[in-house]
């Protein structure tokens, strides 16, 4: 069982460049979401989707754009990359957006910005 | 104010040692609370969750609320190196679609 699975895990782009983050889950989870990690800043929500068809903003949305392509699947895109976009992406998934139901993240995707 | 707090550490602690580690949250309306452990260059995982006040025991590890301070601790007993790891707190805020977390203190068990 894979659980949550990111790809690729490094990346180094030059600003200016777009790229996508791949993410899937293998649970039948309904909810998933973005996170990137800097140090000092903790985790922070970038975009969620709470069921297949529904995106939201999370804390930290500008810059980024997200898909839903599938139940399994959801992507995060940059599409001009910038300095300040330097961090480690965690996508997570979560059986139902229930408050007792915990998120299980994958290992993340570590993303230099040039 | 950010609405959960931690501190960032890093807290260094024989093994052995009982370990204590708090965050304070904001709303009084959070009800539930949960702890993710995160090992370097990997993905946090879920460790344990409580709901409002009181223990939560699981093994070596309790979770503990006090919503009359809006503190909540975890305590790890008979610490070992395997426990280095950094450790956030969680909650649901309203609506729960989504997590808060804080921003996770670093613990360093040495052998």
């Known amino acids: 069982n894979a659980g949550v699975t990111q790809t690729p895990k490094f990346q180094v782009l030059k600003t200016g460049q777009s790229m996508t983050l791949q993410c899937a889950q293998d649970?039948?989870?309904?909810?998933m979401y973005w996170y990137r990690q800097d140090p000092g800043m903790g985790l922070r929500l970038i975009y969620y989707?709470?069921?297949?068809?529904?995106?939201d903003k999370g804390e930290v949305p500008n810059g980024y754009n997200v898909s839903r392509l599938n139940k399994r699947e959801f992507s995060l895109r940059l599409e001009s990359a910038a300095p300040s976009q330097t961090s480690v992406y965690f996508c997570?998934?979560?059986?139902?957006?229930?408050?007792?139901?915990?998120?299980?993240f994958g290992d993340g995707t570590r993303l230099s910005i040039l | 104010q950010k609405e959960v707090e931690q501190d960032p550490g890093p807290l260094s602690v024989p093994e052995g040692a009982i370990v204590s580690l708090n965050c304070t949250y904001s709303?009084?309306?959070?009800?539930?609370f949960m702890w993710y452990r995160q090992y370097s260059r990997k993905g946090p995982e879920l460790l344990m969750y409580?709901?409002?006040?009181g223990n939560k025991e699981d093994g070596r590890f309790t979770a503990q609320v006090d919503k009359s301070s809006k503190y909540i601790s975890l305590f790890i007993r008979d610490s070992q190196p395997s426990d280095s790891a950094t450790y956030l707190c969680?909650?649901?805020?309203?609506?729960?679609?989504?997590?808060?977390f804080g921003k996770g203190t670093m613990l360093l068990v040495s052998p």
């Open positions: 997570a998934s979560r059986e139902t957006p229930l408050r007792d139901q915990p998120q299980h």
């Open positions: 649970m039948n989870h309904n909810s």
């Open positions: 989707s709470a069921s297949e068809g529904t995106t």
């Open positions: 709303n009084s309306a959070f009800q539930y």
């Open positions: 409580t709901y409002s006040s």
């Open positions: 969680a909650t649901p805020p309203s609506g729960y679609s989504t997590l808060t």
